[in-house]
């Protein structure tokens, strides 16, 4: 059985040589994400040129994410590298301070603006909420506050702001010059970091394209403001080809109460709107030093396969964790073992609504036919950019979706879409009556589908012709096909 849904894992220092991203890949990533956050430019090229190479000796699609960083704000540095606050002290952030200068008072900061957005009685989360600040002033150069939970405060740790609202632009000069290094990496996707609103896509869409970039963006859901209105979320969807639910940050502005009911909305708003989703952020974490997952982690991925994500995304269980290879298996069993739930098969999502576009249309209707025709063993999409098979598992099948493209960014960039597998297929060489056969043959070649059973097909009138699918056919393996 082929998995629905796709990994993506992310390379760092236990992950860099040939072997051990070779491992990765061969366990089941499906995508790898080269996250920009940390390490140099050199390290990226590196370890995009490796995954090229072990695809391509493995006969793999595997698309690759370049993460930006974004504008994560965080305090300067203490003296001492780390200090300890105890509740009820007074803790200043002093955007005066030299940047080494940091006590047990107060500390810098490398994002002066916080000052202007902050006002008396916000709750600042420091380390991912670790320790808690209550504002009680703020002057022209520093906020004072009060310790509501005290620990272990260290250099560079990130600051949030409980409720959202931080004003930085999502896009850093830093993110600027790494776009670049992405676009020469050829890069599949690139994420952005905590944008605010479909303006900040559309910025990071013109610097990709100037940049010589075709790559799908990847718009990262982790500021409050952007799941409190439907509007804005609905608007970053649109600009971008994925959202990722970040669920570090964003448990830390909403709350993490809030967050697994929003995991779900952004996952339906996401596919409603024909688009693509990743759920990520600590979902093997356990992993990072143990070999198998907690009971918790294994419902917790579980639970997205069952929400119809995209794909699962492992952090630092593969960038530095002691067992990249076994996180990486243990996320292929859980979503296999998920996807063969009985609740997963049909579908009744989208049925009330009316479609503006033929090909969208088709798309549907071949999942509709599919799931309710006795016999149907797969689905083929003959694809250019990857937006028919895309649209068609929108809806939910437990069958399999081919991709036949003969563009190879396509044939990667599938690589992130739930259940849509690429075949290598070159319709332009083939006549019009050799097409659908041609097509067949490498569906049996899979072992999806044999002599007797039915396969749906998608196509248009021309071959090579983006958005141009009109046809949905159904034929029986080893009947005369035309
Ligand atoms: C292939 C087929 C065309 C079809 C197109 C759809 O190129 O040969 O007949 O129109 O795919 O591509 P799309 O990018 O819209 O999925």
Redesign the pocket.
Known sequence: MLRHTKIVATLGPATSSFEEIEAVIVAGANVLRLNFSHGEADDHRDRARIIREVAAKHNLFVAILADLQGPKIRIARFKDNKIEVKNGDVFTLNSKLGYEDGDSEQVGIDYPALITDSKPGDILLLDDGRVVLEVTAVDKDKISTVVTTGGPLSNNKGINRLGGGLSAKALTDKDKADIIIAAEINADYIAVSFPRDEHDMHEARALVTAAGSKAGLVAKIERAETIADDEVLDNIIRASEVVMVARGDLAVEIGDAALVGVQKHIIKRARSLNKVVITATQMMESMITSPMPTRAEVSDVANAVFDHTDAVMLSAETAAGDYPVQAVEAMDRICRGAESSRNLAKSGHRLNEQFDHI?ETIALAAIYTANHLDGVKAIV????????PKQATRLRTSLPVFALSDNPSTQTKVAMYRNVHTIAFS?STMNTDEINQRAIDEVVKTGCASEGDLVVIT???????????NTLKIVRIGEKIQ
Do not use: I
């Open positions: 090909d999409c003959m694809t250019e950019s990857g937006a028919t319709p196509k248009g009138d021309y071959v090579n012709a983006q958005g141009g699918t």
